[in-house]
């Protein structure tokens, strides 16, 4: 899952495809380094980031799936908005990315249920605005793991299929490094929910802290974590580096005779 960031303020990109154009040109980009789809996001969730209102992250994403989408590329719509899947759906988007699990916005359940397309639930303690003030857990886990299987539950009684759903843990969203690396070193508590597993560790904090690092030097990091994810049973990985990580993990399932 490549990531493009259709946002002035995202950690990573921000700023660098608000222009649909140069959006478009950076999705096509990903897919020649070989993503088979593409995460469009017109909000950032990094911390502290502010919300943004449905009407400008529509105005931001909307032209770019449909452009996208128009030539030949699968697009997931990364919003934790029911008004804007909707719009991104009906211009083709094939999969929803909701980073509230659906607790932002009850209507997105029934939104997906209706389309037929994959939805993500991803963990998160509290919001993006102050989760990384206080981030605490007794057993990170293991109220990972319960809080998805809550979030997942929500979704089939909304009518969602099991099979369209998979499971995120949230690395980074209201937890501290040391939370992070318990999560991916357990990650295979998560899979045995008996959903496929997305994981979302691309450039993100914890791997500056780890190698001292800023954003744009962690692509070595970025690949590493998603080994230690695909290895421990992770099937989706959201990064920025599609090229360096595709080939990290053909290598690693080649390895594995998978
Ligand atoms: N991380 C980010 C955004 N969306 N979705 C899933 N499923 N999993 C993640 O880990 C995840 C996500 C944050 O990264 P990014 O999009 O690069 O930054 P920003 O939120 O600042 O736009």
Redo the contacts with the bound molecule.
């Keep these: 899952?490549g990531?493009l960031?259709v946002?002035p303020?995202?950690?990573?990109?921000?700023g660098d495809y608000l222009d649909a154009g140069a959006a478009v040109a950076r999705g096509l980009e990903l897919v020649a380094d070989g993503a088979n789809l593409i995460?469009v996001?017109g909000?950032?969730?990094?911390p502290g980031?502010d919300p943004v209102a449905a009407d400008e992250e529509m105005r931001r994403v909307v032209p770019v799936i449909e452009r996208l989408v128009g030539a030949g590329v699968a697009v997931s719509i990364?919003t934790m908005k029911a008004e804007v899947a909707e719009a991104a759906l009906a211009v083709g988007a094939s999969f929803v990315?909701?980073?509230t699990a659906l607790r932002f916005d009850a209507r997105m359940a029934t939104v997906v249920a209706r389309a037929n397309v994959g939805l993500?639930l991803?963990h998160m303690q509290g919001e993006?605005k102050t989760m990384q003030e206080h981030p605490h857990y007794d057993d990170v886990t293991a109220e990972v793991a319960a809080h998805l299987r809550a979030q997942a539950d929500i979704a089939l009684a909304a009518g969602v299929r099991a099979d369209q759903i998979s499971v995120?843990?949230?690395?980074?969203?209201g937890k501290t490094t040391e939370h992070n690396l318990t999560l991916l070193r357990e990650l295979p508590a998560i899979a045995a929910l008996g959903y496929p597993v997305?994981?979302?560790?691309?450039?993100?904090r914890f791997l500056g802290e780890l190698t001292g690092e800023p954003v744009t030097g962690r692509v070595s990091a970025t690949v590493a974590a998603n080994v230690e994810a695909f290895r421990r049973g992770a099937w989706m990985f959201?990064v920025?580096d599609v090229r360096a990580t595709r080939q990290a993990l053909v290598v690693a399932q080649a390895v594995e005779g998978s």
């Design positions: 899952m990531v960031n946002t303020d995202s950690f990573s990109d921000g995460d996001g909000e950032s969730t990094r980031s990364d990315n909701d980073v993500c991803m993006p995120d843990p949230g690395i980074g969203f997305v994981v979302g560790v691309s450039r993100k959201r920025h």
